[in-house]
């Protein structure tokens, strides 16, 4: 059984180099359109770091145990009782404990602060979401149901608001996401960094993402990113026209 250890050893080295090789080259994170959304996506890639040679350790267990530890028909008893090990018990709850600190710091408090640590903005817009639509409210009265149009390299403010059950205001293409809460107003910060629409992209859109009844999953609203101009003259025509 001691010996069987350096294959597993071995095995989980292996599985780990591969699978942090796989992290470091493959992306699977779809496109940023927003400033904040490196944050978002180097925490995820930091998880999947720290993530990979746990998994790599469970796999590397999983196969041994199909061909080294296999029960080659022998027997058919119960193998032999496994005690508890103060030391790897020890060792793997202060580990586990101050990997989990860390992250919880790093990026957790760090990044959120970075996101929405500075409570500036240039333009605020108002969400509603109700079953199973949102609505958007711009800062000089205009209101639009078909889109939701905002300036590029302009920190907006997203005040999210509902008025029924639970919905989340969520841009993909941003990374941001909030609840909206009936009878709370919630906030999001987003920088939009380039001009572009759903059509570029099918993340450039405000997806809700909590459960919220039949029509959740059809409740989207399309995102147009504009220059900080086009979107001045859309509040005004949307106000002059509606
Ligand atoms: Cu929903």
New binding site residues.
Partial sequence: MRKSWIPVGILWLSYSVLMMFAVANFSWLPAEWSEEAHVVDSAMLLLQYLGAPVMALVLAVMTWSVIGWRDKGATRQDGENIHGHRGIVTGWLIITSLLAIYVVINPGFVGLAEIRGEPSSDHVITLHGQQ?AWSVEYENGATALDELVVPADARVRYDVMSADVL??FWIPAFRIKIDAVPGLTTQAYATATREGSMNDDVNLRIQ??????PG?AR?ALPVRVVSEQEFLTYIDNLKAGG
């Fill in positions: 199973f919905h989340s809700c993402a909590e459960l919220c009844g959740h409740m």
